[in-house]
């Protein structure tokens, strides 16, 4: 089953042992831009994932006892046709996603290929424990390969946060079965004729197509299952967990987010208001977005003033021309519960400030960049999460109000905060729940950083040492060094 999707060959089968595998049924793969469908995808079932499974598992003993320089010269191999083949990844993934071509050309789609090259070159050189002497006895810890990794992903940035996951779980020595979400199944299946032609054998890397909740369950309640890593949403999460529980099997859980954009009066102004308006990049469906504005009211007019005049010079249209800086949402169906959530807050006393509605001269998925003012508090608008284009402003007049306003959800994934004070930056981001601050910046990511989410916005952390720690069992071995004979 071959899809042509922009010149690009994609198959629609699964990837398993290292064959293509086609089921029965399919399922449409729509694309944002036009709606209009792209491929025809495999509709996996329990009998896929137990078939991907049973390779994966086949493979794990040979995998887990490869050196780890062979693995990670077989993971920079990856990272060298990831790199070859750059153009139609982010051709591919535009179509498929809807985020910008500009985007996946200059940022994803490289640090793709780095996420390969940063878990192979962590592995020869960065992981170790330094040994310790207790008693006269010697002490080592290593990172044992576990087994059989399931990662399961979401769709709003696809390739990225699928080889975020793949790259580390195989460079641990874990064998791996990949569930795309069904709304972005193609670079997933890129990557498998990546993983067959930089030479990783049959069965290490398996991908599995089909609708979460027809083959889910089936993947995540397998005893072979050594670790499941999921990204994707609270209610979902629920679900893994009750399945896994059945095996004790590790999860890893990067979930949703409504995080807090802190301004103080005395922020670098120009700063905070350019990293304000790129809450909206990805058309606002990024987990880690500042999506609550909070500005001290000294500043809050000037603020909302400067931040209406920069958003207005952001352009919406075709995510493949180069000048559009947002996209549309990635479905009619999530298109619709964010205009559900923007209806809602305006009937309920909020203030449109800047769109409130679908672009209709675009018309389609495209929703216009929105921000929402007077919103009640606790209201659905600044508690829940909306995955759309949709910011809300509001005011604080002191720094512990600005904290009680920051923790006032039940999510912790990330905090923006921009100020002027070194020792105020200090305590407000000491006190607040998140996985990740930044201070007076946006996204600068380093993948040997900590990622994951507090509260419900995930469980555990990934990134450097976090990932192999979960993905492998960590022993250790303590020897009586007096007792050798030989
Ligand atoms: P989702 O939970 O609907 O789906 C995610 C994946 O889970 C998909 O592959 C889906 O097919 C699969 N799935 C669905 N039901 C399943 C089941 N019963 N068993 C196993 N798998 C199942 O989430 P989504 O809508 O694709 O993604 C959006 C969410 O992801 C948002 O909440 C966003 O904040 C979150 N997200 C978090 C991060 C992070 O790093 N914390 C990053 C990106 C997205």
Redesign the pocket.
């Known amino acids: 089953m071959i899809n042509v999707v922009a010149d690009v060959e994609v198959s629609g089968g699964h990837w398993i042992g290292g064959e293509r595998v086609a089921s029965a049924a399919t399922f449409d793969d729509v694309s944002p831009i036009d709606e209009a469908v792209i491929a025809r995808i495999s509709r996996g079932g329990a009998t896929e994932a137990h078939a991907a499974v049973s390779a994966a598992a086949a493979s794990s003993p040979a995998w887990a006892s490869t050196p780890p320089t062979e693995r990670a010269r077989l993971l920079h191999r990856v990272a060298d046709i990831v790199e070859d083949r750059l153009e139609r990844l982010a051709i591919v993934e535009t179509i498929d996603n809807g985020a910008l071509l500009r985007s996946h050309l200059r940022g994803v789609m490289p640090r793709v290929a780095h996420n390969f090259r940063f878990f192979a070159d962590y592995l020869v050189n960065d992981l170790h424990h330094p040994d310790f002497e207790t008693r006269g006895h010697h002490n080592h810890v290593s990172w044992d390969p576990s087994g059989v990794a399931v990662l ?6 696809p390739l990225m ?1 699928a080889t975020w996951k793949v790259a580390p779980a195989l460079a641990a020595g874990c064998t791996v079965v990949l ?5 972005t199944p193609l670079t997933a299946s890129l990557l498998a004729d990546i993983t067959k032609d930089a030479g990783i054998p049959d069965g290490v890397f398996n991908v599995v197509q ?4 027809e ?3 089936a ?2 309640g397998d005893p072979r299952v050594s670790r499941i890593s ?8 629920r ?2 967990a009750r ?1 896994a529980a059945a095996n004790l099997t590790p999860c890893s859980f ?4 409504k995080s807090p954009f802190i301004v103080f009066a005395d922020a670098d102004m120009d700063s905070a208001v350019a990293n304000a308006v790129e809450q909206y990049d990805n058309a606002g ?4 977005a500042g999506v609550r504005l909070l500005v001290e009211d000294a500043v809050l007019d000037e603020f909302v003033e400067r931040f209406l005049a920069r958003a207005a010079a952001v352009r919406q249209g075709d995510p493949r021309d180069l000048a559009t800086d947002v996209g549309p949402q990635i479905s009619r169906e ?1 298109f619709e519960r964010v205009d559900g959530f923007v209806r809602r807050a305006v009937t309920a006393g909020a203030e449109a400030l800047l769109g409130g509605g679908p672009n209709e001269q675009l018309g389609g998925l495209y929703y216009r960049p929105t921000l929402l003012a007077g919103a009640a508090p606790g209201a659905e608008i600044l508690t829940d ?1 909306v ?1 759309g284009p949709v910011l809300t402003v509001q005011s604080f007049s002191t720094e512990d109000e600005a904290i009680a306003m920051a923790n006032g959800t039940e999510f912790g ?1 990330a905090g923006v905060l921009f100020t002027g004070d070194r020792a105020r930056a200090e305590r407000v981001s000491a006190q607040l729940v998140a996985g990740t601050m930044w201070v007076n910046c946006f996204f600068v990511r380093d993948l040997r950083a900590p ?3 507090s509260r419900h ?2 469980v555990g952390r990934e990134g450097g040492t976090w990932s192999f720690d979960f993905y492998c069992d960590v022993k250790n071995t303590c020897t009586n060094v007096d007792r050798w004979t030989t």
């Not at 990067?254 to 987010?257: A, I, K, N, Q, S």
């Not at 469906?285 to 880690?288: E, I, K, S």
């Open positions: 399961i992903t979401p769709w709003n940035a946060l569930k795309p979400a069904e709304w089909g609708l979460g909740e083959v889910g369950d993947l995540t999921f990204t994707g949403s609270v209610p979902t999460a679900l893994i399945s990067e979930l949703g987010g469906q990024v987990c880690l999530h999460e995955f994934l990622f994951g989410g916005s995930g």
